[in-house]
């Protein structure tokens, strides 16, 4: 089965600081997906990534960067954490390059920012 | 670009019953539609796809249909079970195209036993 790994679940943080989700994923994708999912938003992508250390921004990516150093490992950077950005944020891979393929979600980790 | 449009927000039926969640999309360009199911604590998981080459696709009691010249899709759940208690998203993209999925903004289902 393909598994997605979100490393933190819950993380509360205080404004200002700068915080670090992790994803890694097992099946050797190639592209991988931030999403945050607020009540009533549905999921709304941040950024996403086609390769190592590509990364391109997606519908909502102010506020936020990522890195991917490695084709398995994709991080989602809060440089400096506000309170609108308390929300889950789901992690996603999925193979090829192109739409058309299935994508694997992580169990999601819930911030929030006080 | 796409907008992808998604009812009712939340839908509550009674144990055995049909549901039914719609959804509606702007780019007729688009020519894939899957639907994603998530349970509570989860992430979102693939439950069905069709492409528009095909109007209706069916997997037990789930089924897809799509409407290419209204730009409408939907998706049916017959005999509901508790288990098929979660929110529904559904998406459009155009296959083969670097593309991202779009999604709605998901439906909740409630089934009571």
């Known amino acids: 089965d393909v598994k997605v790994t979100q490393s933190s679940r819950y993380l509360v943080k205080r404004t200002g600081e700068k915080v670090f989700l992790e994803c890694v994923q097992d099946m050797d994708h190639e592209n991988m997906f931030w999403y945050r999912q607020d009540p009533g938003l549905g999921l709304r992508l941040i950024y996403f990534?086609?390769?190592?250390?590509?990364?391109e921004k997606g519908d909502i990516p102010e506020g936020y960067s990522v890195s991917r150093e490695k084709k398995e490992r994709f991080s989602l950077i809060l440089e400096s954490a506000s309170t609108n950005q308390t929300s889950m944020y789901l992690c996603?891979?999925?193979?090829?390059?192109?739409?058309?393929?299935?994508?694997?979600f992580g169990e999601g980790s819930w911030l929030t920012v006080v | 670009g796409e907008n992808v449009e998604q009812h009712p927000s939340t839908l509550s039926v009674q144990e055995g019953d049909s549901a039914v969640i719609k959804c509606t999309y702007s780019?007729?360009?688009?020519?894939?539609f899957p639907w994603y199911k998530q349970e509570l604590g989860k992430g979102p998981q693939l439950i069905i796809d069709?492409?528009?080459?095909?109007g209706e696709k069916k997997d037990q009691r789930i089924a897809v249909t799509l409407n290419k010249t209204a730009k409408h899709f939907s998706l049916h759940i017959t005999e509901t079970q508790p288990e098929d208690s979660a929110v529904y998203f559904c998406a459009a993209s155009i296959l083969g195209s670097q593309g991202n999925l779009i999604f709605g903004k998901g439906t909740k289902l409630s089934v009571k036993p």
């Open positions: 990534s086609y390769d190592v250390k590509m990364k």
């Open positions: 069709i492409r528009s080459n095909v």
């Open positions: 996603a891979s999925s193979t090829g390059r192109f739409s058309g393929n299935t994508i694997y």
């Open positions: 780019d007729s360009a688009s020519n894939y």
